[in-house]
T-cell receptor, first 112, second 109 residues
Framework: NAGVTQTPKFQVLKTGQSMTLQCAQD?????MYWYRQDPGMGLRLIYY???????DKGEVPNGYNVSRLNKREFSLRLESAAPSQTSVYFC???????????FGPGTRLTVL | ELKVEQNPLFLSMQEGKNYTIYCNYS?????LYWYRQDPGKSLESLFV?????AVKQEGRLMASLDTKARLSTLHITAAVHDLSATYFC?????????FGTGTRLTIIP
């Protein structure tokens, strides 16, 4: 089992460009999450999907959109990237929301 | 709003010594997780604590949960260099998981 996979691993964007971060899990989990991690800020939840077909805002959703494509896949889209979105992005999944979350390897995004 | 505080935020300790990291949280919860993150890497699950008085041990690490005090501890026994990492606690409450800001642990030979 690969667990949680993310693509790409690294990305550099110019201000105003768009991109989609991909996440997939093979653990048959119901819930999936997108976090960003910035120095000194810990992990902040951007969006989550409690189950297939649902998505909800987290703590810092502005500037992002998500799609729960199917049970396995949960993508994060930046429509018009800004330097403030420079961060490391982690996808995670769990059996259901109250259970232990498993994290992907992360995407390091730089917006110039 | 659930607040999760870890202390210390930074910790340098010598090999062979014992130390404890503290995780305090602000509202009732009986579900707490500890994670480890190596530099440039992802988060790895260490412990799942699901009830008052729960204690879990793995090697030189032991975690406990006191739900009445709203406190979890991560105790390191006879530290070794490969325990150097950032440790996060995360608390389930108010229908979401809230992470502490992490404790960066450096073990000095």
């Amino acid at each position: 089992n690969a667990g949680v996979t993310q693509t790409p691993k690294f990305q550099v964007l110019k201000t105003g460009q768009s991109m989609t971060l991909q996440c997939a899990q093979d653990m048959n989990h119901n819930s999936m999450y997108w976090y960003r991690q910035d120095p000194g800020m810990g992990l902040r939840l951007i969006y989550y999907s409690a189950s297939e077909g649902t998505t909800d805002k987290g703590e810092v959703p502005n500037g992002y959109n998500v799609s729960r494509l199917n049970k396995r896949e949960f993508s994060l889209r930046l429509e018009s990237a800004a330097p403030s979105q420079t961060s490391v992005y982690f996808c995670a999944s769990s059996r259901d929301r109250i259970y232990e979350q498993f994290f992907g390897p992360g995407t390091r995004l730089t917006v110039l | 709003e659930l607040k999760v505080e870890q202390n210390p935020l930074f910790l340098s300790m010598q090999e062979g010594k014992n130390y404890t990291i503290y995780c305090n949280y602000s509202t009732t919860s009986d579900r707490l997780y500890w994670y480890r993150q190596d530099p440039g890497k992802s988060l790895e699950s260490l412990f799942v604590l699901l009830s008052n008085g729960a204690v879990k041990q793995e090697g030189r690490l032991m975690a406990s949960l006191d739900t009445k005090a709203r406190l979890s501890t991560l105790h390191i026994t006879a530290a070794v260099h490969d325990l150097s990492a950032t440790y996060f606690c995360a608390v389930w409450g108010n229908e979401k998981l809230t992470f502490g800001t992490g404790t960066r642990l450096t073990i000095i030979p």
